[in-house]
């Protein structure tokens, strides 16, 4: 059975809908783009770079409200002193593998200087996970220029996922892992509101993998040779076009840790599951002293908490459907999810009339 | 049926084993004590207080560690902020109704005034969930005397569970809710450990309750009366005899998401969904100006962050379990779980044989 | 020479120039109020509560923005884990000492249902620092009756300082400390906002203190009989009409800092050091779904940060020179800054002509 | 006058005695090292990288305790995440220019693959200030030989101050600033800490400098060109021998805002006021399951709080009277704090006999 996204099998997580790409790029405006490295000389390399901009090049003047939740941090995210204090975002956003995150965050300046920004200081949000088990990680090959390729590239529309960008080595439950999204749309307080997820997914034991409460991991049963189980990471980005303050955005990012629970992530020591949510609905431009906003009554998010929640789920989920087999360095093979299987799997799992 | 504990209902949730009684009282030094107020007249009465004891009394002068996680911060819990600075925990905690915080707390003061503690102030823990749906809560019916007779009645064993204490007027995903225990033994480098939950729970909706996976809220339908969906909250308190920090108590207590999320908890705004993990297995001795500490190192620590979630996970179903039907003020019935239906519709979603 | 205020004596602290009263009040809407608790039978009462409202009575369902920082947490302030998590205040804040914090955190609650607030339950905001030196603490002596004619009464205007309400029993620096208030008037992008703090001031070792930088508290010598230095607390509430967001409350929030420090204040380990900031410039309204807000552009909060700095600094010293010497439990006194002394030293520090 | 350190010019703050060097590495086992970049071609080059290890080499698998507090987030300290989470330090700490906190921070992971270091990765902290006034920071002159040779010469025993390593560009209260240290003995408990700070200083404005009390930026007046003053940072390094947990290191890290204070830096919006604190006093060593600790009672913590904020304080000063003037970009000259000047302003301030 060739990759298929995870509705495409027929299996459908939650209760919200989901957007017309079911995708991050549903929030009006959130490009996505990709640098994948895969090669075999002069290294084994599988690692790559994924670029999130939150609007079009205009976020360098017209900053988003954001906040980050950090559920287990062994991990890296640059820029998050400066969310925590003001709740700001006003650059792209990278992921890449642990060992690259100070050269993307740099390329980030680098950009800012090349497209003549107007800014003296920048403090870019990079994040990680580790993909040493199938990539030649000390080898660095991730240079300014694949940075600036996945920045540059980045569009709207469907998106691609499982073996790109950072999620290129992922291993997910003990699965081949990856680069995954999804989205919800909300109706409250007589608004439309889209909420979209992208995840880097390289987290968890396959003994706690659940689909829609199925232990499919178990039904699966254990890999042949080991992969790491308890080390691995997931980065979760959530977005959304309704009007929320800094305050809430950390809220929302917190449900992250709902939706990672449900396929099975418990945030082992060794992962680093932090997550970060922006909204659009308002805008900051770097000219105002004062700005105009609006923010939607704390009493109406519960459907957005839910929606972050599924989103979280399902983009995670996404990213173990569509990834494939992978053989990286030491002879190492991370198995995809197989979906065959998983898909009988499910069906036995199916109840019985009452 | 009877009444019963999830467990003697055949249904197993997690994969680690729970201790003898299934408690947090597993933990050794742990007492639980309850004052539970069910009347009709001159008002109608369904409160109570929960008071736990992280040791006996020598409490007072051999602090525990702890950390405290808000999940989603619609609720109090007292002495927070000494919590977050110091990491000890050298006093009794406390459960009860929204109202009654502040004199359960200052019963505190009073109880350690009655037995000479020598310290000049106390900074109490005392956390609250809202009863007023069933309990006439702004009679404020709860005294110092009945805040003291739960500390005075503390015992270690087994518990009560479901319409006892603080969680007398509960109401959890629509059903009956109330108070919970759970158990988990971790073995890990050569030691073993206890770790047990106490839950008083309040929170949640209906059609996103699970059990096991099971999707139980939405196969048992809507409540035919609306009860409270998406206010509530839940209070885990957390105990364990593992050599932990204060800063590896916060990330047990962070790990209450999970277990919550688990059961179809996703924190909505209304909720107040604080968690405080506590730690024996360190002595801080007000005598002491240099400690002699263990740490458990933060690698071995997997299992006891899965234990947190499963304890809390099962706490919270023992505390459905146990609940009787209820009828409060405003003649509000608040339904049991119905264990026959719930054992049937397991029954349903048994997976069929490969 | 009778008690005075910081700048009667012709001392200016900071250089930012304050409102009409130099007080919190000079913030629109804010109201104080005291109720104060002097008796020697049947035991030593030296204590009281302070009420401060955000607005008028609309404060129930207009809420204000606000944010909390602890320097040092061995203090109690109930209410914080919502303000952390959605930042907005929707009740009077109370100050008492340490042992009433229940009664009157309980005391809010049983005000709301007087007054018929249509909320089903309240998380208020109560501070504490505790005066068991000169006040018989565990007399328990303060009622809910006490509490809301504190806040029954709070008025605009001018208001007491030194040996009033909540700070009736305090002691700062080791001279008699008590309550204190200023305010700023700042002025920014076209805008004119006030700034004012009300600190309830019961911390600090004599030889710290220092007033615009001389080190008086060395310059008047030890006390003769010891009192508590290293223990106390200080609370500090700050209340702003600018249109700030949560996230800018809480920067305001951790200013207090600065202005402590100014005085002398380092945060001992047995000080419970909270600073409370809420600005009134926007409305919640509890009727909204979606609110309109302002927000003041970070880039031009400056002035607005000093000047919390400044009013917290010149708070404390107006509770300094405000309150008088006071014998409680025990035989205790506590001495009262001697006026003409500082003034005397301060006219030695008088730098000499260039 | 040549330069000077502060101590020198016979000036004294604080009240606890300085270690033998006066400077963090009285700490033992601390080392610093410097790489200072200055040059005019091919452009004008003012940078450099600092690098503190807490101790030798064998901090990659003898790990030590750390906490941080971010006064105002205006800047980067990478490795956040996981001090937060789990308070241990296993790596040497770098300090560069905004633009480069990136490339530095990978050439530690490029450093511990050189050295056979057994980690599958690392979390590097790399923290910055802003040096573009002075320097062509957007010609991203910092390599990553840079870096590790700041890393390889660090040594014990006294070091430079001034225009030294990531200090190199630096401006402080609109005077030259950079890099200064100090230290602080502090007996307790029947035992000698050491206490020490480096500081990154370049950040305040001159009216706000204050040394002793003394104002002594209003008396040198302002700057004749216009230097940055709102913006800018401070990146402090508090390091003791004490054994302190995690949350200890994090209230100790907290008091770097005192020691600011008292020089005058109240944390303006475009400062990065960034605090890290690390305790070598336990040893967590990689090969441990359990590790056996000791903690300083929190109670007997008062005199490091009081020496964190003293040497805080003194670090900056040395650092501002160590720099020299500096002509950097576009003809920018950051004048030295003039000590002659200086040292007559505090004459003047001498108080008069009683």
């Not at 809430?248 to 840790?257: D, F, I, N, P, S």
Request: hydrophobic residues 40%; proline residues 6%.
């Amino acid at each position: 059975m060739p990759r298929a996204r995870l509705r495409d099998l027929g299996i459908v997580t939650g209760t919200l809908p989901p957007g017309q790409w079911n995708a991050i790029t549903d929030v009006p405006g959130i490009r996505v783009g990709y640098t994948t490295l895969i090669d075999d000389t002069p290294s084994i390399i599988r690692t790559g770079v994924t670029a999130v901009w939150p609007r079009g090049p205009e976020i360098w003047t017209d900053a988003v409200f954001a906040g980050i939740h950090s559920f287990n941090g062994n991990g890296e995210m640059t820029g998050w002193a400066w969310i925590a204090e003001q709740g700001l975002l006003a650059s792209p956003i990278c992921i890449t593998n642990t060992h690259s995150v100070g050269i993307v965050r740099d390329a980030i300046c680098r950009l800012a200087a090349r497209d003549k920004v107007e800014m003296p200081w920048l403090l870019p949000v990079v994040a990680e996970t580790y993909d040493g088990w199938l990539n030649d990680a000390v080898s660095f090959p991730i240079t300014t220029e694949h940075a600036i390729a996945a920045l540059d590239c980045a569009t709207t529309g469907p998106i691609a996922e499982g073996n790109v960008g950072g999620g290129t080595g992922m291993i997910c439950h003990e699965f081949k892992g990856g680069t995954g999204t999804a989205s919800r749309i909300v109706q409250t307080v007589g608004e439309t509101y889209t909420i979209g997820a992208l995840v880097q997914a390289n987290y968890g034991s396959r003994d706690l993998l659940r689909i829609d409460g199925v232990p499919i991991g178990r039904e699966l049963g254990p890999t042949e040779v080991p992969t790491p189980r308890e080390a691995g990471s997931i980065i979760v980005i959530l977005a959304t076009d309704a009007p929320l303050l800094p305050i809430q955005c950390q809220r929302l990012a917190r449900r992250a840790t709902t939706g990672l629970a449900w396929v099975g992530g418990v945030g082992f020591n060794g992962s680093g599951d932090i997550f970060l949510a922006f909204a659009t609905g308002n805008h900051v431009r770097a000219s105002e002293t004062i700005s105009t906003l609006r923010m939607l009554s704390p009493d109406k998010m519960n459907a957005l908490l839910q929606a972050a929640a599924e989103t979280t789920e399902e983009a995670i989920l996404n990213a173990l459907c569509a990834a494939e087999t992978m053989t990286g360095v030491h002879g190492h093979t991370a198995h995809e999810l197989p979906l065959d299987t998983l898909v009988n799997v499910m069906q036995r799992y199916r109840p019985r009339p009452a």
